[in-house]
């Protein structure tokens, strides 16, 4: 585990992008206050993440979850917060969700279609035999 906050922070081009959504056009930010900020957010991470961390141990897991985080966010006193990453939860859910029926789907049209295609195949191989079959009867019939 990183000794220092400074070892974990976060992408530059992440900050930066972050920054420039949540301020109104034509207002520039420093780069000493966006190294400010990303400092923060790095820190902000693993003080959440610690904290989550502790509802897991409580729980006997070793693997984090969302309610872990909801959690943590309630006992660092940022409440107000709770509320929003619950819906972006339920929406990302949602998706996940959209994308694993839509892979289950496109699986099974997938099998479908093998299945299809593999059935014409015997059915090919089938008349190739009734066609040899009916030669050798006509041969057999001239000799």
Do not use: H, W
């Not at 991470?45 to 309630?74: H, I, P, Q, W």
């Not at 699986?107 to 008349?127: F, L, P």
């Amino acid at each position: 585990m990183a000794e220092r906050p400074e070892d974990l922070n976060l992408p530059n081009a992440v900050i930066t992008r972050i920054i420039k959504e949540a301020l109104p056009d034509g207002v520039n930010i420093s780069k000493e206050a966006r190294s400010a900020i990303s400092r923060a957010a790095s820190v902000f991470v693993l003080y959440a993440t610690s904290c989550a961390n502790n509802f897991a141990m409580k729980g006997k897991r070793k693997t984090l979850n969302a309610g872990d985080v909801l959690s943590a966010m309630e006992e660092m006193e940022f409440q107000r917060f709770v509320a929003p990453l619950k819906e972006s939860l339920e929406v990302y859910r949602r998706e996940q969700k959209g994308k694993k029926e839509a892979r289950k789907d496109k699986d099974k049209k997938t099998d479908s279609e093998e299945q299809d295609k593999s059935r014409e195949e015997e059915n090919d191989d089938d008349d190739e035999r009734m066609e040899e079959e009916e030669q050798n009867d006509e041969e057999e019939v001239d000799n």
